[in-house]
């Protein structure tokens, strides 16, 4: 039976889809726990395996992203911006890619990290995913958001958990800081290629929290039109 | 006039197909959104489409069959061939209710109200004469049919906002649905009958007054409130329900006005779209039992709007309900504190229309209603290409509805003679 003109009307909501992704991404990004635990035990056995999961995780979520792109034409009118969306989506897609990127080099390259880091580089990953476990939360609110029309309280409660948000990543920028006094101490005795890597290494964990927050922003965008 | 029971029956039969088909595609863009927002089941949507469709064809119907039956065409250029507007009515209900049945079997966009319309101005612009529509009058019918959807999509982004500020946006929103709900359950019965007493009962035997009828209108609408307030405080909350979705449990109290609303739709449908069938059918009965005298004057007899009302039903429980199931399962997005201000906001302007005597397209001002609710930033996502459809069914329906009517005309004139 055709679709009637009532029933051709309704689109499919990007908002659980949307949703879906950032779960995808999150359970992606926690991996990187255990692998670094493997890693800073040097067993590589464990940390291919991780790696390989990592990877695994990140596709997944970039079939979610590809589908949800498909089901959002122009034609579509919500109750947010097109753009603004698409653009939450992108940032929620690049905290898998970056934690893909980080497990690749660190198990292709077999990585060492000097044990005077190590228990600062574990808070370091662990407040990144911090960060987007906090993006998360705030974008579980967007059916929430939908059903009061983006207004109200449920807007305040969102910015609040922005906010929270930037208080993660601006921590996690203080542990970073943290890590590059360490290593720059200790930095000339270790091979300089190898220390190269390590600083890309931490570079691209602190831009882990960075995204999450960007998402977070892009998120503060769609409330406000 | 000759073979007068011929083309009486011929009228009857005619009516009833094309009522047939009213309530077998029709009714189900009506009842397609409450069924779609869970507040009802498709049981239920049968049920109340059956009893509201017919109240309303039967209570409220009887302005916009005027219009079609002497409100587009000058029937005085025709005091010398009655039978013409005869043909000419055959002929528009045959080329409508056919051209529904192809455009629905191809699942093509038309409305029964344009189609019918077209073919009237259709028959009598080309088979009797240009100056034999009244052009003014079809003119204000075609602007009701713009000023239709978008007056229904104010009202509904105002009711929905209104639902946002008292409700949604509160810190108590369960508590607060329980409070103001029970307005908007009054307000819905209060419009309905209101619009319906003003267009007068008299064809039920009933005369009122300007007071009566707003204190008829109250009682109605208190009497249906209280109604409400009993559904809603058996309602029982689910703590549950609210982990995934705070929401879940307000949307409960929006589910029990939608049952209101509704029956609200069906009523206003009904009001307005019977005269698609039965305005024609009126108008050939009354030439006919007036022994071709073209009968300005005479009333609506009651049986045919029982005809058409009873036409309505037959289709929607003998193919609607498939509709209407189909529709239900298409719309998802819609959750009751939406569907509600879509659908009291389309009920209001159709019932509105109908007192006016404007035949408008139902759907059409729901696809407003529900654009409403989305400018207010309601809905998760609305296809716009629906607009552009629209348009297309104006462009195609109109010109089609015309010339089968034209077609048919000049059939039946070379059948029984002019």
């Known amino acids: ?225 | 006039m000759e073979f007068e029971i011929t083309l009486l029956v011929m009228a009857c039969v005619f009516g009833l197909f094309m009522a047939w088909g009213i309530g077998a595609n029709d009714v189900a863009n009506a009842m397609g959104t409450s069924v779609g927002s869970g507040a009802i089941t498709i049981k239920q949507a049968v049920l109340i489409a059956a009893v509201f469709e017919f109240a309303g064809a039967f209570l409220a119907g009887g302005q916009v069959t005027k219009t079609i039956r002497k409100g587009i065409i000058d029937a005085e250029l025709l005091s010398g061939t009655p039978e013409l507007l005869v043909y000419g009515m055959l002929a528009a209900l045959l080329a409508a209710g056919i051209w529904l049945l192809v455009a629905s079997r191809f699942g093509w966009p038309v409305s029964t109200t344009h189609t019918i319309v077209g073919a009237i101005v259709g028959f009598a612009a080309v088979g009797i004469g240009f100056e034999a529509v009244k052009w003014g009058k079809v003119g204000s019918i075609v602007a009701s049919w713009i000023v239709s959807p978008a007056l229904a999509g104010i009202i509904s982004y105002w009711l929905f906002r209104s639902v946002q500020t008292l409700i949604l946006n509160t810190s108590k929103p369960f508590e607060n649905a329980k409070k103001y709900v029970p307005f908007y359950i009054f307000l819905t019965g209060f419009i309905i009958a209101l619009v319906t007493m003003f267009k007068g009962l008299k064809h039920v035997g009933l005369e009122t007054t300007i007071v009566q009828n707003y204190g008829m209108a109250f009682i109605v609408g208190i009497v249906i409130m209280f109604i409400g307030i009993r559904f809603i405080r058996k309602l029982k909350i689910d703590p549950n329900a609210d982990k995934d979705f705070h929401f879940a449990n307000v949307e409960k109290v929006f589910a029990i006005l939608m049952v209101f609303t509704a029956c609200a739709m069906a009523f206003a449908h009904g009001s307005n779209d019977v005269a698609n069938a039965i305005g024609p059918v009126a108008a050939v009965v009354s030439i006919v039992n007036s022994g071709g005298e073209i009968g300005q004057k005479s009333d609506l007899p009651i049986w045919i709007l029982i005809l058409g009302g009873g036409g309505i039903v037959l289709g929607l429980l003998m193919y609607g309900r498939r509709v209407i199931a189909t529709i239900g399962k298409n719309i998802t997005e819609l959750t009751p504190s939406r569907g509600f201000a879509a659908t009291l906001a389309a009920a209001t302007t159709v019932v509105i229309a109908s007192g006016t005597g404007l035949p408008i397209s139902t759907t059409h001002t729901l696809v407003g209603a529900v654009l409403g609710v989305g400018l207010a930033r309601g809905i998760g996502a609305l296809n716009l290409n629906v607009v552009r459809t629209i348009f297309l069914s104006w462009v195609v329906t109109l010109p089609a509805g015309a010339l089968m009517a034209i077609f048919f005309f000049f059939t039946f004139k070379g059948m029984f003679g002019g």
């Open chain 1, 1 to 225: 039976m055709a679709r009637t003109t009532i029933s051709s009307m309704f689109g499919s909501s990007p908002v659980k889809p949307l949703q879906q992704h950032m779960a995808g991404v999150q359970e992606c990004i926690v991996e990187l726990v255990p692998f670094f635990e493997a890693v800073l035990e040097q067993d590589w056995k464990t940390a291919k395996a991780q790696q390989k999961k990592i990877a695994k995780l990140e596709g997944a979520a970039d079939k979610l992203k590809r589908n949800l792109r498909m089901q959002l034409p122009r034609s579509l009118f919500m109750p947010v911006s097109r753009r603004d969306l698409l653009e939450v989506l992108t940032m929620q897609d690049k905290i898998a890619n970056k934690a893909k990127d980080i497990a690749g080099v660190i198990t292709g390259r077999k990585m060492e990290f000097p044990e005077t880091v190590s228990d600062q580089l574990m808070a370091f990953v662990k407040r990144a995913i911090d960060a987007s476990m906090q993006a998360q939360t705030a974008i579980n609110e967007l059916d929430e958001l939908v059903e009061t029309g983006f207004g109200g309280r449920e807007v305040k409660l969102v910015q609040s958990m922005i906010k929270e948000l930037d208080a993660i990543e601006s921590e996690n920028d203080k542990i970073e800081v943290k890590i590059r006094a360490a290593l720059f101490k200790i930095e000339n005795d270790l091979p300089p290629v190898q220390v190269m890597f390590l600083y890309r290494v931490i570079d691209w964990i602190g831009e882990l929290a960075d995204l999450s927050q960007r998402v977070g922003s892009r998120l503060e965008l769609l409330l406000a039109r």
